[in-house]
Nanobody, 116 residues
Framework: QVQLVESGGGLVQPGGSLRLSCAAS????????MGWYRQATGKQREPVAT???????NYADSVKGRSTISRDNTKNTVYLQMNSLKPEDTAVYYC??????????WGQGTQVTVSS
């Protein structure tokens, strides 16, 4: 089992920045990839960014160039730095982990609201 706890969401003005954190615990040795998804009201959950155990990253086109995903293996934590935020970035952001046996784990979600 893997437990994921997100933090760092909140209200930010357009053009501002936020850093989300996701702390993993439990069977973390079994995690192959971690990442962030988001779900806006009335929309499907969509991937934002992923990072593998070997720090290979991938980004959705909508956030590419504005966001950076990183990981600190000493703290078992993954970060998502988001810059130049837009109102359309408003969503609940979920931390995700997938094990080598393709089991998915989700955090509880953290709200990000971009508004003036």
């Amino acid at each position: 089992q893997v437990q994921l706890v997100e933090s760092g969401g909140g209200l930010v003005q357009p053009g501002g920045s936020l850093r989300l954190s996701c702390a993993a615990s439990g069977s973390i040795f079994n995690i192959a990839v971690m990442g962030w998804y988001r779900q806006a009201t009335g929309k499907q959950r969509e991937p934002v960014a992923t990072i593998t155990r070997f720090a290979i990253t991938n980004y959705a086109d909508s956030v590419k160039g504005r966001s950076t995903i990183s990981r600190d293996n000493t703290k078992n934590t993954v970060y998502l730095q988001m810059n130049s935020l837009k109102p359309e970035d408003t969503a609940v952001y979920y931390c995700h982990a997938r094990s080598y046996s393709n089991i998915d784990y989700w955090g509880q979600g953290t709200q990000v609201t971009v508004s003036s």
